[in-house]
Antibody, heavy 119, light 109 residues
Framework: EVQLVQSGAEVKKPGESLKISCKGSGYKFSSQWIAWVRQMPGKGLEWMGIIYPGDSDTKYSPSFQGQVTISADKSSNTVYLQWSSLKASDSAMYYC????????????WGQGTLVTVSS | DIQLTQSPSFLSAFVGDRVTITCRTSQDIYSYLAWYQQKPGKAPKLLIYAASSLQSGVPPRFSGSGSGTEFTLTISSLQPEDSATYYCQQLYSYPAPLPFGGGTKVEIK
């Protein structure tokens, strides 16, 4: 069974750094892209970026380029999303997701990590 | 980048009604479109891929159609458990970028 298990909720202050994780199991981790998706409170889904754990090839949405860093550790089957200096506007639910295959959409999702940034 | 426009943003319908949601893209994406259902507090769930293929386990009352720049998601007979927000996503640009539509909230009257 494919599983994506995300790290737990975080409460941080503005200016702090943060790294959240998404651990994959039940499939060949290094051979499938993993995406990150943001959902701000009461808002829609925003595609942030995607990484190929096999070679760490990473692509970002223009809206998130330079704002976050996506990385992967294939030895631990884990993908990360990190911020160097959080803002209140980073408060959101963050999901990782794995594609069904190629151009067919994302069929496996993590449970989400809630990030709250408040002074 | 390809833009996606969903309509309506909200709809309210009775159990048993036929419901249609539209997704328009800013350029031709052939059939590289997926539809998702999201319920409050839950991760999105893939319903339809390649514009019209039903994901395994999804009830057959859900169907997708369209190609090019106009796509539809249809619920043939709305059920109480279909109350959710629905999103389209273009996959033509796979692996990136893969934006979503703005979402359609479906409410049961």
């Amino acid at each position: 069974e494919v599983q994506l298990v995300q790290s737990g909720a975080e409460v941080k202050k503005p200016g702090e750094s943060l790294k959240i994780s998404c651990k994959g199991s039940g499939y060949k981790f290094s051979s499938q892209w993993i995406a990150w998706v943001r959902q701000m409170p009461g808002k829609g889904l925003e595609w942030m970026g995607i990484i190929y754990p096999g070679d760490s090839d990473t692509k970002y949405s223009p809206s998130f380029q330079g704002q976050v860093t996506i990385s992967a550790d294939k030895s631990s089957n884990t993908v990360y999303l990190q911020w160097s200096s959080l803002k209140a506007s980073d408060s959101a639910m963050y999901y990782c997701a794995k594609p069904l295959g190629g151009w067919f959409g994302f069929d496996d999702w993590g449970q989400g990590t809630l990030v709250t940034v408040s002074s | 980048d390809i833009q996606l426009t969903q309509s309506p943003s909200f709809l309210s319908a009775f159990v048993g009604d036929r419901v249609t949601i539209t997704c328009r893209t800013s350029q031709d994406i052939y059939s590289y479109l997926a539809w998702y259902q999201q319920k409050p507090g839950k991760a999105p769930k893939l319903l339809i891929y390649a514009a019209s293929s039903l994901q395994s386990g999804v009830p057959p009352r859900f169907s997708g159609s369209g190609s090019g720049t106009e796509f539809t998601l249809t619920i043939s007979s709305l059920q109480p458990e279909d109350s959710a927000t629905y999103y389209c996503q273009q996959l033509y640009s796979y692996p990136a970028p893969l934006p979503f539509g703005g979402g359609t909230k479906v409410e049961i009257k």
